[in-house]
Protein backbone atom coordinates (compact mmCIF):
# COMPACT_ATOMS: atom_id res chain seq x y z
CA UNK A 1 0.00 0.00 0.00
CA UNK A 2 1.39 2.81 -0.97
CA UNK A 3 1.90 5.82 1.83
CA UNK A 4 0.62 8.63 -0.28
CA UNK A 5 -2.46 6.80 -1.24
CA UNK A 6 -3.61 5.20 1.62
CA UNK A 7 -5.46 8.47 3.40
CA UNK A 8 -7.77 7.82 6.91
CA UNK A 9 -10.74 7.53 4.52
CA UNK A 10 -9.47 4.86 2.65
CA UNK A 11 -8.36 2.64 5.81
CA UNK A 12 -11.53 3.74 7.40
CA UNK A 13 -13.43 2.37 5.09
CA UNK A 14 -11.51 -0.88 4.69
CA UNK A 15 -11.60 -1.20 8.73
CA UNK A 16 -15.43 -0.98 8.65
CA UNK A 17 -15.98 -3.79 5.60
CA UNK A 18 -14.09 -6.24 7.20
CA UNK A 19 -15.83 -5.79 10.45
CA UNK A 20 -19.12 -6.43 8.83
CA UNK A 21 -18.29 -8.82 6.07
CA UNK A 22 -15.39 -10.92 7.00
CA UNK A 23 -15.22 -13.71 9.92
CA UNK A 24 -11.94 -14.80 9.79
CA UNK A 25 -11.68 -18.44 11.72
CA UNK A 26 -8.02 -19.39 13.39
CA UNK A 27 -6.38 -21.02 10.70
CA UNK A 28 -2.36 -22.94 11.22
CA UNK A 29 -0.55 -25.03 8.62
CA UNK A 30 3.08 -26.51 8.52
CA UNK A 31 6.05 -24.75 7.31
CA UNK A 32 6.12 -25.21 3.86
CA UNK A 33 8.75 -28.15 2.01
CA UNK A 34 11.93 -26.28 0.26
CA UNK A 35 9.95 -27.25 -3.37
CA UNK A 36 6.81 -24.80 -1.92
CA UNK A 37 8.48 -22.11 -0.91
CA UNK A 38 10.29 -22.13 -4.33
CA UNK A 39 7.18 -22.31 -6.38
CA UNK A 40 4.45 -21.67 -4.28
CA UNK A 41 2.65 -18.71 -6.25
CA UNK A 42 0.74 -17.52 -2.63
CA UNK A 43 3.07 -16.09 -0.71
CA UNK A 44 3.02 -12.46 -2.21
CA UNK A 45 0.02 -11.19 -3.71
CA UNK A 46 -1.04 -7.94 -5.62
CA UNK A 47 -4.96 -6.89 -7.28
CA UNK A 48 -4.15 -8.56 -10.26
CA UNK A 49 -3.41 -12.32 -8.32
CA UNK A 50 -6.40 -14.38 -8.86
CA UNK A 51 -6.20 -15.13 -5.05
CA UNK A 52 -7.17 -11.00 -4.59
CA UNK A 53 -10.59 -11.11 -5.48
CA UNK A 54 -11.85 -14.24 -3.37
CA UNK A 55 -10.33 -12.15 -0.95
CA UNK A 56 -10.15 -15.10 1.31
CA UNK A 57 -8.89 -14.07 5.09
CA UNK A 58 -7.33 -17.00 5.74
CA UNK A 59 -4.48 -16.53 3.04
CA UNK A 60 -4.30 -12.31 3.52
CA UNK A 61 -5.38 -11.69 6.56
CA UNK A 62 -8.45 -9.64 8.02
CA UNK A 63 -7.34 -5.82 6.89
CA UNK A 64 -5.84 -6.70 3.30
CA UNK A 65 -8.81 -9.48 2.92
CA UNK A 66 -11.60 -6.60 3.17
CA UNK A 67 -9.39 -4.22 0.99
CA UNK A 68 -8.64 -6.82 -2.11
CA UNK A 69 -12.85 -6.97 -2.09
CA UNK A 70 -12.97 -3.25 -2.25
CA UNK A 71 -10.03 -2.89 -4.57
CA UNK A 72 -12.01 -5.79 -7.06
CA UNK A 73 -15.09 -4.24 -6.94
CA UNK A 74 -14.10 -1.06 -8.63
CA UNK A 75 -14.74 0.71 -5.40
CA UNK A 76 -11.57 3.80 -4.71
CA UNK A 77 -8.84 2.18 -2.88
CA UNK A 78 -5.41 2.10 -2.99
CA UNK A 79 -2.93 -0.74 -4.54
CA UNK A 80 -1.30 -3.05 -2.23
CA UNK A 81 1.15 -5.89 -1.82
CA UNK A 82 0.51 -8.97 0.68
CA UNK A 83 2.84 -10.78 2.12
CA UNK A 84 0.27 -13.41 3.29
CA UNK A 85 0.15 -16.16 6.01
CA UNK A 86 1.53 -18.67 3.65
CA UNK A 87 4.33 -16.35 2.63
CA UNK A 88 5.23 -15.87 6.05
CA UNK A 89 5.69 -19.29 7.11
CA UNK A 90 8.02 -19.70 3.97
CA UNK A 91 10.35 -16.37 4.73
CA UNK A 92 11.28 -17.98 8.40
CA UNK A 93 13.62 -20.55 8.52
CA UNK A 94 12.19 -24.32 8.92
CA UNK A 95 13.79 -25.02 12.53
CA UNK A 96 12.67 -21.90 13.87
CA UNK A 97 9.26 -22.46 12.74
CA UNK A 98 8.97 -25.56 14.23
CA UNK A 99 10.53 -23.74 17.37
CA UNK A 100 7.35 -21.10 17.19
CA UNK A 101 4.72 -23.34 16.77
CA UNK A 102 5.77 -24.86 20.03
CA UNK A 103 5.88 -21.64 22.44
CA UNK A 104 4.11 -21.41 25.25
CA UNK A 105 4.30 -17.98 25.97
CA UNK A 106 5.47 -14.20 25.12
CA UNK A 107 8.76 -14.77 26.44
CA UNK A 108 9.37 -17.77 24.62
CA UNK A 109 8.29 -16.40 21.05
CA UNK A 110 10.49 -13.07 21.69
CA UNK A 111 13.41 -15.32 22.14
CA UNK A 112 12.85 -17.24 18.51
CA UNK A 113 11.52 -14.33 16.91
CA UNK A 114 14.72 -12.48 17.68
CA UNK A 115 16.42 -14.71 14.96
CA UNK A 116 14.41 -14.44 12.38
CA UNK A 117 14.52 -12.72 9.10
CA UNK A 118 13.19 -12.31 5.63
CA UNK A 119 14.45 -15.22 3.38
CA UNK A 120 16.30 -13.92 0.57
CA UNK A 121 14.19 -15.79 -2.27
CA UNK A 122 10.77 -13.66 -0.94
CA UNK A 123 12.26 -10.44 -0.12
CA UNK A 124 13.96 -10.41 -3.80
CA UNK A 125 10.18 -11.03 -5.05
CA UNK A 126 8.63 -8.50 -2.72
CA UNK A 127 11.06 -5.64 -3.79
CA UNK A 128 10.48 -6.39 -6.96
CA UNK A 129 6.61 -6.22 -5.89
CA UNK A 130 7.27 -2.99 -4.68
CA UNK A 131 9.04 -1.65 -7.56
CA UNK A 132 5.65 -2.24 -9.60
CA UNK A 133 3.99 -0.88 -6.70
CA UNK A 134 5.37 2.40 -6.37
CA UNK A 135 8.18 5.08 -8.16
CA UNK A 136 11.84 4.66 -7.08
CA UNK A 137 12.04 6.33 -3.61
CA UNK A 138 8.12 6.13 -2.82
CA UNK A 139 7.44 5.29 0.85
CA UNK A 140 5.32 3.14 2.18
CA UNK A 141 2.72 1.94 4.84
CA UNK A 142 3.19 -1.48 6.15
CA UNK A 143 0.29 -2.96 8.44
CA UNK A 144 -0.43 -5.71 10.16
CA UNK A 145 -3.41 -8.44 8.62
CA UNK A 146 -3.72 -11.50 11.35
CA UNK A 147 -6.06 -13.76 10.31
CA UNK A 148 -8.36 -12.73 13.41
CA UNK A 149 -7.72 -9.21 12.95
CA UNK A 150 -10.51 -6.21 11.75
CA UNK A 151 -12.92 -9.72 11.83
CA UNK A 152 -16.39 -9.91 12.68
CA UNK A 153 -15.89 -11.05 16.06
CA UNK A 154 -12.41 -9.71 16.82
CA UNK A 155 -11.06 -6.18 16.06
CA UNK A 156 -7.65 -6.31 17.41
CA UNK A 157 -7.27 -3.09 17.17
CA UNK A 158 -3.42 -1.71 18.67
CA UNK A 159 -2.39 -5.11 19.23
CA UNK A 160 0.27 -5.37 15.73
CA UNK A 161 2.26 -3.29 15.01
CA UNK A 162 2.17 -0.76 11.94
CA UNK A 163 4.92 1.32 10.28
CA UNK A 164 4.28 4.47 8.03
CA UNK A 165 6.61 6.62 5.52
CA UNK A 166 9.35 3.63 4.89
CA UNK A 167 11.24 3.22 2.11
CA UNK A 168 11.31 0.51 0.22
CA UNK A 169 15.19 -0.85 1.85
CA UNK A 170 13.38 -0.93 4.90
CA UNK A 171 10.29 -2.69 4.19
CA UNK A 172 11.71 -5.82 4.81
CA UNK A 173 12.68 -5.38 8.00
CA UNK A 174 9.38 -3.62 8.87
CA UNK A 175 7.30 -6.77 7.65
CA UNK A 176 9.50 -9.06 10.13
CA UNK A 177 8.83 -6.58 12.69
CA UNK A 178 5.07 -6.88 12.32
CA UNK A 179 5.27 -10.48 12.17
CA UNK A 180 6.93 -10.08 15.69
CA UNK A 181 4.13 -8.29 17.47
CA UNK A 182 2.02 -11.12 16.63
CA UNK A 183 3.61 -12.52 20.10
CA UNK A 184 3.48 -9.56 22.10
CA UNK A 185 1.97 -10.07 26.04
CA UNK A 186 -0.31 -8.15 24.89
CA UNK A 187 -1.64 -10.07 22.28
CA UNK A 188 -1.59 -13.40 24.32
CA UNK A 189 -3.40 -11.41 27.07
CA UNK A 190 -5.97 -10.32 24.18
CA UNK A 191 -6.48 -13.75 23.04
CA UNK A 192 -7.72 -14.79 27.30
CA UNK A 193 -9.68 -12.44 27.49
CA UNK A 194 -11.73 -12.95 24.08
CA UNK A 195 -11.84 -16.87 24.95
CA UNK A 196 -9.44 -17.20 21.21
CA UNK A 197 -8.17 -20.74 21.50
CA UNK A 198 -4.76 -21.73 20.19
CA UNK A 199 -1.77 -19.63 20.21
CA UNK A 200 -1.10 -16.35 17.76
CA UNK A 201 -0.38 -16.94 14.42
CA UNK A 202 2.36 -15.56 12.05
CA UNK A 203 -0.04 -13.05 9.93
CA UNK A 204 0.02 -11.33 6.94
CA UNK A 205 1.23 -8.04 6.19
CA UNK A 206 -0.25 -5.19 3.76
CA UNK A 207 2.14 -3.14 2.38
Not at 19 to 35: E, F, G, K, V
Not at 53 to 74: F, H, I, M, P, V
Not at 163 to 177: G, I, M, Y
Request: aromatic share 6%; with cysteine.
Amino acid sequence: MRLLQCGLVTLRVCYNVSMTTITTPSHQLPHPSNATISSNAENLVTPEHPAAEKGDARLLGGKAAALARLYAAGLPAPSYVVVTTVGARAAIDGALWQQLVAVKDAAEAAAILAQASMSPQIGMALEAALMNLAPAGSRFAVRSSAVDEDGSGNSFAGQLASFLNVPTAEVAARVVDVWRSAYRPSVYAYRRERGLAGPPQLPAVLI
